[in-house]
């Protein structure tokens, strides 16, 4: 990228940063989603077409990267399945360990971008 290029994000009306099918189970990694920077590390590293799917962008990433859970969230999205929370394999353990694996998956895409503005 040239050096006057800047990245912004593009969020449809459809994707914010808050979860739906996750209904804010990862608070850590709501907080760094509402920086912009953030958001646009998720499209530096994907693309609107795999976003597109989605409701909001914490949804995206949690399905991208623990992708046992793809399956639940579409169901969700039609009515046809619980949220997150009340799956029954989940637990807060797991929760918690998600939502410190979401952080570290953010800050590697983050890093990435900001080498290759470099």
Known sequence: MG???VLRPRLGQRH???????RSLFPETEKLLRDTEFQAS?????SEERIA???DMIDFLFCELVVGYRRDCFRY???EGP??????????ER????DKFLMASL?????????DRQ
């Open 95 to 98: 929760i918690a360990g998600w």
């Open 16 to 22: 914010t940063w808050m979860g739906d099918m996750v």
């Open 42 to 46: 998720l499209q530096f590293v994907s």
């Open 107 to 115: 800050h590697v895409a983050h890093d990435a971008m900001e080498k």
């Open 53 to 55: 799917p989605y409701r």
């Open 83 to 92: 949220p997150l929370c009340d799956i029954r394999r989940v637990n807060p």
């Open 77 to 79: 999205y039609r009515r």
């Open 3 to 5: 050096p006057n290029l």
